[in-house]
T-cell receptor, first 115, second 117 residues
Framework: AQKITQTQPGMFVQEKEAVTLDCTYDTSDPSYGLFWYKQPSSGEMIFLIYQGSYDQQNATEGRYSLNFQKARKSANLVISASQLGDSAMYFCAMRERDNFNKFYFGSGTKLNVKP | GAVVSQHPSRVICKSGTSVKIECRSLDFQATTMFWYRQFPKQSLMLMATSNEGSKATYEQGVEKDKFLINHASLTLSTLTVTSAHPEDSSFYIC?????????????FGPGTRLTVL
């Protein structure tokens, strides 16, 4: 089974609106971390936000928030007030405690922000 | 955040030649660096974990003799694609873990686009 699943290959959102990018994960490790990265066309991977499996509250970083639903094993990224510069690929990733060095990446979601 | 650089950013080479890609952590020491490969419109696939002063750990299916990794210092890891062939053309990205970061996240380099003719 895939560790990380991103079911939206592409998304469109109107500038200034909010958008949710879906991510579900699969692990039996009770301790894990979830990450979201942004990859613009230049190729660099930019860290956006982190959620630990034991964190009680959803993570937030500026316009980014993570909707963490542990029972559903989902970690959706919410981008509020979309900007044209948000157009990029977005990857969800997971790291498990028992394999601390290995990041499992999803297939990514291509977000296009329309003016 | 921590900065990771890669050199070169783009390389075109002839089939059969070897290509070396450098990955440097600029403002932190990285005992562990990672090498990923990304095909167009696909996700990142971990190739190997590079440990300073010891042999790299390769993922299943990655040829050790094909992709040579050296991590000679706490700030530099190199990936050498030996006897490159067109199927090795890809986007190669390195990352490094900073132990002082808040979440032990990996910081990624800007990537190297390799084209083998």
């Amino acid at each position: 089974a895939q560790k990380i699943t991103q079911t939206q290959p592409g998304m469109f959102v109107q500038e200034k609106e909010a958008v949710t990018l879906d991510c579900t994960y699969d692990t039996s490790d009770p301790s894990y971390g979830l990450f979201w990265y942004k990859q613009p066309s230049s190729g660099e991977m930019i860290f956006l936000i982190y959620q630990g499996s034991y964190d009680q509250q959803n993570a937030t970083e500026g316009r980014y928030s993570l909707n963490f639903q542990k029972a559903r094993k989902s970690a959706n990224l919410v981008i509020s007030a979309s900007q044209l510069g948000d157009s990029a690929m977005y990857f969800c990733a997971m790291r498990e405690r028992d394999n601390f060095n290995k990041f499992y990446f999803g297939s990514g979601t291509k977000l296009n922000v329309k003016p | 955040g921590a900065v990771v650089s890669q050199h070169p950013s783009r390389v075109i080479c002839k089939s059969g030649t070897s290509v070396k890609i450098e990955c440097r952590s600029l403002d932190f020491q990285a005992t562990t660096m990672f090498w990923y490969r990304q095909f167009p419109k696909q996700s990142l696939m971990l190739m190997a974990t590079s440990n300073e002063g010891s042999k790299a750990t390769y993922e299943q299916g990655v040829e050790k003799d094909k992709f040579l990794i050296n991590h000679a210092s706490l700030t530099l890891s190199t990936l050498t694609v030996t006897s490159a062939h067109p199927e090795d053309s890809s986007f190669y990205i390195c990352s490094a873990r900073s132990l002082s970061s808040s979440y032990n996240e990996q910081f990624f380099g800007p990537g190297t686009r390799l084209t083998v003719l």
